[in-house]
């Protein structure tokens, strides 16, 4: 069983930046790919970044430029730093391992 523990979420103004962190822990066997995905009002849950075994990332449109997904093999940890942040970028935001190990989710909040 996979653990997966999501960190660094919070309440920030509007242009402020947040850094998420999401640690795997378990009977982890391989990391192919971790990345986040986020669910915000009246929305469904979506693909913020991903970020492949061999660095290969992957963007939402509202994500390039802003925010950058980074990992550490030796903690089994994959990073999410938001910048430039904007009220509409406030949900959850959910950790994703592999297929099916997801992370109980964090709040980011983003004031006006």
């Known amino acids: 069983q996979v653990q997966l523990a999501e960190s660094g979420g919070g309440l920030v103004q509007a242009g402020g930046s947040l850094r998420l962190s999401c640690a795997a822990s378990?009977?982890?066997?391989?990391?192919?790919?971790m990345g986040w995905y986020r669910q915000v009002l009246g929305k469904q849950r979506e693909l913020v970044a991903i970020?492949?075994?061999?660095?290969?990332?992957n963007y939402a449109d509202f994500a390039k430029g802003r925010f950058i997904i980074t990992k550490d093999n030796a903690k089994n940890t994959v990073y999410l730093q938001m910048n430039s942040l904007k009220p509409e970028d406030t949900g959850v935001y959910y950790c994703?391992?592999?297929?099916?190990?997801w992370g109980q989710g964090i709040q980011v909040t983003v004031s006006p």
């Open positions: 378990g009977s982890i066997f391989s990391i192919n790919v």
């Open positions: 970020i492949t075994s061999g660095g290969t990332t």
């Open positions: 994703k391992m592999n297929v099916g190990n």
